[in-house]
């Protein structure tokens, strides 16, 4: 019966038939183009030769460069972010065609680390869950991970200070970087705010959402576990509790939504690292990360900054960390723009070893690709896990 009626709007309403048409011709192009370009991308990789992991065939240089093409091509409908989404999966499952790369996170399964999985990897990678950061670098330096992705930076909570201590004693450098917008929601079984009494979240998460939740859960009784996930599974058959998390948490732990969008800044950002075992070369558009110490003395500092303008290198941020090496002792993480091979960060490199005991390469990468993004869209969100 519904066959029949479906039959007579289509012939009812030719232009309606005309356009279905076309789209089913589009869908035919599309999938015998997707197929061409996995076939040339297995012929890249016959090319290349055994290289012995499937990281060796993964080149975030070469990606970055292809999704900023995408940007500039695309003229709507569809925004950039859709844009972007939809070719990383493409790029992800042609390179997966033969082994699929093995990523280290942050885990447990359903925290935003997870999510920045797949904003950087695509869905056609086996994303390998860790109890703490210290294990994705032990992952990836040990051969059990082709890659780790572990969060460094929160605009409005700053910086994650392990992440970077971990580079003091790792050879590991960064691959690329990712950012992700917050938005935390409140998940629980209860009906009503007045039902919850307590509600369990990361502790930076729960910073985040520090005022909203003064002004409507200020009886409840605010937990600081782990992680979002962490939140989420303890919520789960805990009707007068609330966790905070993201969209993933509640979709993998069968959680309602009673609030969307709680934290207390709509622009809050993290950044996520990419770890890998090489230093890449230059996609363009990058960023360096330097590893710092200078000698003691006055205007310590100012000789290792000097050489950076004085070779018009641009510095984004700098962040000082316990070298561990003696009291009062420290380090400096740079980050400026431009890749270590281009000729003035190079210059400035050259002078700045002679004013530093210690100078260390961390990571030459790609800048975040980021596409216009219309208000509302997207699930993305960060935490310290």
């Known amino acids: 019966m519904t066959s029949s009626r479906n039959s007579s709007a289509a012939g009812a309403d030719p232009a309606l038939a005309e356009v279905r048409q076309r789209i089913d011709q589009l869908d035919e192009q599309i999938q015998a183009l997707i197929a061409e370009r996995a076939a040339q991308a297995a012929r890249v990789r016959a090319a290349k030769g055994d290289l012995g992991s499937a990281s060796a065939y993964y080149r975030p240089d070469r990606e970055a460069q292809v999704l900023r093409r995408v940007i500039q091509r695309n003229q709507g409908p569809l925004s950039d972010s859709v844009m972007l989404r939809l070719f990383r999966e493409i790029m992800s499952a042609c390179l997966a065609q033969q082994e699929p790369m093995r990523i280290a996170y942050l885990g447990p399964e359903g925290t935003f680390t997870q999510q920045a999985v797949y904003r950087q990897f695509g869905h056609s990678v086996n994303a390998i869950a860790q109890p703490s950061i210290e294990d994705v670098f032990l992952a990836v330096q040990g051969g059990e991970a082709d890659f780790g992705v572990v969060p460094v930076e929160n605009s409005s909570q700053g910086i994650v200070s392990h ?22 929601h409140l998940l629980t079984q209860a009906r009503r705010l007045e039902q919850i009494e307590r509600v369990y979240a990361h ?18 009784e605010a937990v600081p576990v782990s992680s979002n996930a962490e939140a989420a599974r303890r919520v789960r058959h805990a009707p007068d509790a609330a966790a905070i998390a993201g969209r993933h948490a509640a979709e993998v ?14 622009d809050n950002t993290t950044r996520f690292l990419i770890l890998g075992r090489d230093l890449l070369p230059p996609s363009g558009e990058d960023k360096t990360t330097l590893l710092v110490a200078g000698r003691d003395g006055p205007g310590a500092l100012f000789r290792l900054l000097e050489p950076l303008a004085r070779h018009g290198v641009n510095m984004n941020r ?24 281009e000729e003035a960060l190079a210059a400035a490199m050259v002078d700045l070893g002679g004013e530093a005991r210690l100078v260390k390469v961390l990571g030459s990468y790609p800048r975040a690709v980021l596409g216009r993004l219309p208000e509302g869209e997207g699930e993305t969100a960060t935490e310290n896990a």
Not at 163 to 177: C, P, V, Y
Not at 253 to 266: K, R, S
Request: aromatic content about 10%.
């Open 163 to 184: 992440t970077l201590d971990m580079f003091l004693h790792s050879d590991l450098k960064i691959a690329a970087e990712v950012e992700l917008r917050i938005h935390q």
């Open 203 to 220: 502790q930076q998460s729960l910073a985040q959402c520090k005022h909203w939740l003064s002004s409507h859960l200020a009886h409840a």
């Open 253 to 266: 732990y069968g959680l309602p939504i009673l609030f969307a969008n709680i934290e207390d800044h709509v």
């Open 318 to 341: 700098i962040e000082s960390r316990p070298s561990r090496q003696g009291r009062w002792d420290y380090v400096f993480f740079i980050d400026v723009d431009g890749h270590v091979e």
